[in-house]
């Protein structure tokens, strides 16, 4: 019996649990075989930095190297000097760069000027990497007709981070930077040129009225040259002085008024012109009456 409770007792005996420094140590070795990275992964990201930071350093040596300096000065030089017609009046002018998609981090920077004849874009392009710096600058320009077909328009470029100005034209659209430094003279420029569209709408509006009133004045010209005209003898007329005066002959005057001969009499209504179609009216409108 008591050999029983013994056995009884030793199986039902609760297992030892873990010291905790053993817990601990095993928590450790987990952590550190799930932060172990594999030999390629590290490899593959440690050169993925080490290209990124030489594009960097390459972009700073290049930005560097090809920037012009004074590009505003320079372009204004040229603008002054060499692209403004004779009489052409500077409005507005605000300092612009261009990022073709080419060669997108070389900026292409000038003037985006507004005159009283049109409104052009003159850039001064980036040195070569490798040529002289005793170059000659190189320049881009674009013009165009301040009209009702082309619109400038606020926007964003350089990733959507720099604001722009937009040119949309008929043949595409052109996007200009401006830093933020230079907003306010862009600002001004939009209100220019939006108030020289409505000029424009103004004016193509006054003249599309006049247009409909000149094509009534021909229209009631046509059907008034289409109506048949009369004439009455005077005292002293005769059949081929009232030809000669409209225009015809005096056989034509006998034939329209059933006249034998070349007597009339004073008082005597002629037919001097019959009604005629529209190819006969198109041709005599305006015809001076002798």
Do not use: C
């Not at 569209?197 to 103004?202: G, S």
């Amino acid at each position: 019996m008591i050999h029983r409770l013994k056995m009884e007792g030793s199986l039902d005996t609760p297992e030892v649990a873990p010291s905790a420094p053993a817990v601990r140590k095993k928590k450790l070795r987990l952590k550190r075989r799930r932060r172990r990275m594999r030999p390629a992964v590290r490899y593959t990201a440690i050169g993925a930095a080490i290209v990124i930071i030489g594009l960097l350093v390459q972009f700073a040596i290049h930005t560097y190297r090809t920037e012009p300096r004074n590009t505003s000065a320079i372009a204004e030089r040229e603008l002054r000097l060499n692209t403004l017609g004779d009489g052409e009046r500077v409005i507005q002018m605000v300092a612009v760069f261009q990022r073709p998609w080419i060669d997108y981090f070389r900026a292409t920077r000038g003037l985006l000027v507004l005159t009283d004849r049109r409104l052009l874009f003159l850039g001064l392009e980036p040195r070569d990497l490798l040529g002289s710096g005793d170059s000659p600058p190189t320049f881009t320009e674009h013009d165009f007709q301040v009209d009702t077909a082309v619109q400038l328009r606020p926007g964003r470029t350089f990733f959507g981070i720099a604001k722009a100005l937009v040119v949309d034209t008929p043949e595409g659209s052109y996007r200009y930077g401006v830093a933020s430094q230079a907003w306010g003279k862009a600002s001004l420029m939009l209100h220019s040129i939006a108030a020289r569209h409505e000029r424009l709408v103004a004016l193509g509006r006054k003249q599309a009225k006049q247009r409909a009133v000149i094509e009534a004045q021909r229209r009631l010209a046509q059907q008034d040259a289409a109506k048949p005209k009369y004439y009455a003898v005077k005292r002293g007329d005769a059949l081929s002085s009232i030809a000669a005066r409209w225009n015809t002959t005096a056989d034509r005057l006998r034939e329209w008024n059933n006249i034998a001969g070349n007597k009339i009499r004073v008082g005597q209504m002629l037919l001097v012109k019959p009604q005629a179609n529209e190819t006969v009216v198109a041709g005599e409108v305006g015809a001076t009456k002798k």
